[in-house]
């Protein structure tokens, strides 16, 4: 049974940091691109970050400078560092693992980037 279990979401002031986790069981982990998505209500979930099995990195522009997608293969896990956050960061962030015609996704973490 593939899982992805995300962790790391909160509340944070404008300005401040946050450090998402997705930890994923039941798949080959090292051969899967893995990305980060987020979705706000009455919007499309949109490509925030995105790591190929190769190493290979792309932002969205609203991120770039600010988020750092990276990953650990031996704990099969992926992580985006979030820093200087605002409140347009605000959103359910999902993790979500590509091969061939594989994906899965996992159940959101919230953040919220309020004074």
């Known amino acids: 049974q593939v899982q992805l279990v995300e962790s790391g979401g909160g509340l944070v002031q404008p300005g401040g940091s946050l450090r998402l986790s997705c930890a994923a069981s039941g798949i080959a982990f090292s051969a899967y691109a893995m990305n980060w998505y987020r979705q706000t209500p009455g919007k499309e979930r949109e490509l925030v970050a995105g790591?190929?099995?190769?190493?290979?990195?792309n932002y969205a522009d609203s991120v770039k400078g600010r988020f750092t997608i990276s990953r650990d293969n031996a704990k099969n896990s992926v992580y985006l560092q979030m820093n200087d956050l605002k409140p347009e960061d605000t959103a359910v962030y999902y993790c979500n693992a590509i091969f061939w015609r594989y994906t899965y996704w996992g159940q959101g973490t919230q953040v919220t980037v309020s004074s």
């Open positions: 790591l190929t099995s190769g190493g290979i990195t």
